[in-house]
């Protein structure tokens, strides 16, 4: 399809996009207690996996030790950025403060419920949740937060973006967010991409996407595409691929069952995979 959106198209993706994650079932799905047990395995597994390398081998040693500076754009709930601050305390990486952004008041206000049930005090005090879209990053923030813009320019470490950025391609706004995300990063700093691989056969919203939705609505990205405005930028490309073959809805069943799978699909057909990975990192 042709990416480009007509300016009277707009306003009614972003209403299509904030109905549905405003809505009792984007915060059953996107926040701990009720969320999937395949959400629940990849960030213990392949999300994790890819977090813990970044952090050991990408960011500056210098960082590891005076505290990690975190971002999530699109947080959801904020079970990702909860659990990867859970992950750097068990592996003994400080952490200075981490911030979690989605443009969902609901899942925002579901995010700041989370965190009061599940940090220790001398973690919740560290962590903080607002509003802010993904294609105005900065200046929503600023507000959100509370914080000056200089505060935030260059000082990020790493910053997390899981199934989020494709609503930014939808809207041709990528080329926003991250020049953004290349300014909240300090030199040195990297972003982690997370997000829908478009060569996956099986989504299941995407069949019923193409069935309710304009074209423009369920747009997925290649993984080009989902590299491409992060070289534009400036970024140095680390790693692109396809990988994880557990839905982050799977119960427990299908999730022993894809996971013992996984090994024999990513040997056969790697770029069929349910995810595209894009690790860039500020130089």
């Known amino acids: 399809m042709t990416k480009a959106v007509s300016a009277d198209v707009v306003p009614k993706l972003n209403g299509g996009f904030l109905e549905e994650y405003n809505s009792m079932e984007s915060i059953r799905k996107y926040t701990r207690e009720t969320a999937g047990s395949g959400i629940s395995y990849l960030l213990d597994h392949d999300y994790g996996r890819v977090y813990l390398d970044v952090l050991r081998n990408d960011i500056p040693k210098q960082r590891l030790r005076e505290g990690i500076r975190l971002w999530e754009f699109g947080c959801g709930g904020g079970m990702n950025l909860l659990h990867l601050v859970s992950t750097l305390d068990r592996s003994g990486i400080p952490l200075d403060h981490a911030y979690g952004t989605d443009f969902s008041e609901t899942l925002i206000a579901a995010a700041n419920r989370e965190a009061s049930k599940y940090l220790p005090p001398k973690q919740i005090e560290k962590v903080k949740f607002c509003m802010a879209r993904n294609e105005n990053l900065i200046a929503d923030a600023t507000t959100g937060l509370g914080v000056s813009k200089d505060s935030l320019l260059g000082s990020f470490d790493l910053i997390v973006g ?122």
């Open 162 to 283: 899981v199934n989020t950025i494709r609503y930014c391609h939808r809207l041709m706004r990528e080329n926003e967010c991250v020049a953004a995300i290349f300014d909240l990063l300090s030199n040195g700093g990297v972003c982690i991409i997370i997000d829908m691989n478009d060569k996956f056969p099986a989504f299941r919203s995407r069949f019923h996407d193409r069935l309710t939705k304009e074209e423009s609505a369920y747009y997925l990205p290649t993984l080009d595409e989902y590299a491409q405005p992060f070289s534009s930028a400036g970024f140095e490309i680390l790693k692109k691929e396809n990988f994880c073959w557990v839905p982050h809805s799977a119960g427990p069943g299908l999730t022993t069952v894809m996971k013992t799978l996984t090994p024999v699909l990513s040997a056969l057909a790697p770029s069929r995979a349910m995810r595209s990975l894009v690790v860039a990192r500020k130089i």
